[in-house]
Structure formats: structure tokens, C-alpha cells
């Protein structure tokens, strides 16, 4: 309620109401104080160990892919509760992102738009962050995408380039093919396009890793119909996919408030509580369609923690955090973390 009724109003006061430049800001703030967080440790972490992927995690709750894309942050993220941290989404080609504005806050919602673009510094400039700064204390996923200048019959070496340049680095990769703001990207989500696209990144994986390749998850999107998920899961099994991030922004502008409309005409992806329905679905469809043979890491509108806990009832072994956490603050980290530990 503090962050809520003080802390935001007065970052967006300060910011000119513009809430890209609230998030750089945040994150630049987070970036200096990373540099204390190792005395912090995890004094604000909840305790609630568990094994995916074959990775040990201190608690359930991760920070999603687009709040840090660049990992200027990673030791705060860890000294703030998170069990883990998702960088990126990070393409082989550094890139500044779709024109501004291209960020907006829906509170009345309880919702975000965006269409960021995958604006971020390239795949070698992360890696060389990581080779010089080191990786947080808790798990680091890596998302990769597709540079926005590469044309889509090029998109598989695009990916294999970030898989090697980042691969020392990363305990799992994200291959984010449901973005919905890089013109054709979903169009990877169709049996041909990622059956080639899996194939070869899971070769690459298995060349780099040896008798243990780096863990690969797909992420999906949440406006896929029933039989275009089950033909996704199908390639998914085949090719050996480690486990699946249900769900990426949406298209849908359902549940946006009615005195919020006049931004539902807004390019972009719509996240936040009008999602939360929609993600349960798709993470309880994964888990039934394939017998909870794939790991989930449920994502999408997780405002509090009975949103949590619907995800993990669904199907889902850990959860994420983005636009709740950037509406509500780093309370949420831990109250989600709490109430997840309880219901064990």
C-alpha cells in the first residue's frame, strides 16, 4: 500500500509521467545499489527451495525477461527475494527498440502495454558483462531473440550466435518466438519454422554443454488456439525442449478498464491482471497436454499471491514476476514467495 499510494506516484512525478523513463531510472537506481546487495545477501528471500530443470532454486518466484535486459542490475534482483533472474530478451544485433512512446501504464487496469521492441545492447556486450561482473547468486535464464534487421529465413543462426556467445553464462535459455513488437517473429512458432530452429539450437546446445547442454525452454504465447499449442508441444517434445515459459505478452485488450480504452488502441503487447486468466489456461493446457512431462514457468499477471498459487495449481514448478512488481513493487516479491511457501 506504501509503494502504491507514495513510492509510484512520486517516481512518476519525477519522471514526467513516463513510465520508460520510471524503469530506467528504477534500474539505474537498482545498478548502484547491486553494488552493496552482497552484504544484503538474502535477508528478503522466503526459503523455499526446489530442483527444476536440474537446478536448485531458493524459492519459486523469478524475475520475468524485459525488466533487466541488459543485466545491469543482477545482484540487486537477488538481494530483493528473487529466486532467480530471466535477462534480456537479447538479440545478436544490438538494437534501440521500436520509436518512443512505446511504454504505457494502464493502473486503473492493473496492466501494462508495450512495444520495446527488444531494445538492448547485443549478445556480446551481455556476455562481456557477465565475464566481467560474474552471475547473480541464484539462477540466471538467458532469453534470446531475433535481431529485427535479420530477415526470418535468417533467424536460426541469428539464435545460435546468442546461444554461443551467452552460453558460459546461463543456467537455462528462453527462446522467445511469441514477442509480439519484432515484425514476423511469431511466425517461428509454426511446426516448419521452429521444428528447424529447435533442431539446431538443441545440436548447438549438445556441442557446447557436452554430456550436460545448458537447459532450453520456449517461451509461448498466450493467443495461440488450443491446436496451434498442442503442434507447438508436439515440436517441443520432439526436439527434446527442456520445459516451457507460458506466457508472453498478449494482443487481446480485454479486461483494459473502461476509462483506460483510449489507450487500448495502442501497437503492443498487454500485460498485467487483464492476463491472468488467460496464463492459467495456457499453463494448465501445457501441463495436461503433455502428462507434466515439460517444467513450467508460469508467467502473466501475477498481482498478488493467490495469482501464484492458481499458476502452480495449474501445472506450473516456478513463476515470474514483471508487471506486477514494476505496479506494485518489491513487496510482491515477497508476499508471492510466502504464500506460495505456505500452500506446500
Known amino acids: 500500500m506504501f509503494f502504491d499510494k507514495i513510492v509510484r506516484p512520486a517516481l512518476y512525478r519525477l519522471s514526467y509521467h513516463d513510465p520508460e523513463l520510471v524503469h530506467e531510472r528504477t534500474i539505474g537506481v537498482l545498478s548502484r545499489l547491486g553494488r552493496i546487495a552482497p552484504a544484503v545477501g538474502g535477508a528478503l528471500r522466503v526459503d523455499d527451495p526446489v530442483t527444476v530443470l536440474g537446478l536448485r532454486f531458493p524459492n ?10 541488459n543485466g545491469r542490475a543482477l545482484p540487486a534482483w537477488a538481494a530483493l527475494g528473487f529466486g532467480f533472474v530471466e535477462v534480456g530478451t537479447v538479440t545478436r544485433r544490438a538494437q534501440p527498440g521500436n520509436p518512443k ?7 486503473a487496469s492493473d496492466a501494462v502495454i508495450n512495444r520495446m521492441g527488444f531494445n538492448n545492447d547485443g549478445a556480446e556486450a551481455l556476455a562481456a558483462k557477465l565475464a566481467r561482473d560474474g552471475k547473480p547468486g541464484v539462477p540466471l535464464g538467458i532469453s534470446i531473440g531475433k535481431s529485427k534487421v535479420t ?11 546468442s ?13 522467445n518466438v511469441s514477442s509480439p513488437n519484432t515484425p514476423g517473429l511469431r511466425q517461428l512458432q509454426d511446426r516448419t519454422a521452429l521444428a528447424e530452429l529447435l533442431g539446431e539450437l538443441r545440436s548447438t546446445s549438445a556441442e557446447l554443454g557436452g554430456g550436460s547442454p545448458t537447459p532450453l525452454l520456449v517461451k509461448v504465447a498466450p493467443d495461440l488456439t488450443d491446436d ?3 503442434e507447438l508441444l508436439e515440436v517441443a517434445l520432439e526436439h527434446g525442449v527442456a520445459g516451457i515459459i507460458a506466457t508472453n505478452t498478449t494482443l487481446s485488450r480485454d479486461g483494459i478498464a473502461a476509462a483506460e480504452s483510449g489507450l487500448a488502441g495502442q501497437a503492443g ?16 493446457f501445457v501441463h495436461d497436454r ?18 501464484a498459487i492458481r499458476l502452480v495449481d495449474a501445472g506450473a514448478s516456478l513463476v515470474q514476476l514483471y508487471t506486477g512488481f514494476a505496479l506494485h513493487g518489491p513487496g510482491l516479491v515477497r508476499r508471492v514467495s510466502r504464500g506460495l511457501a505456505a500452500r506446500r
Do not use: C, H
Not at 298 to 303: A, H
Open 60 to 69: 519459486r518466484v523469478g524475475l520475468a525477461a524485459g525488466m533487466d535486459k
Open 101 to 107: 512512446p512505446r511504454l504505457f501504464s494502464l493502473p
Open 151 to 161: 530477415p526470418l529465413e535468417d533467424a536460426v543462426e541469428d539464435y545460435r550466435f
Open 163 to 175: 546461444l554461443r556467445a551467452l552460453y558460459p553464462y546461463a543456467d537455462y535459455f528462453a527462446i
Open 228 to 230: 496451434a499449442l498442442a
Open 269 to 284: 503487447g498487454l500485460s498485467g491482471r487483464p492476463l491472468t486468466t488467460r496464463a492459467a489456461e495456457v499453463v494448465r
Open 290 to 307: 503433455t502428462g507434466g512431462s515439460l517444467p513450467i514457468i508460469g508467467v502473466g499477471g501475477i498481482m498478488g499471491p493467490d495469482d
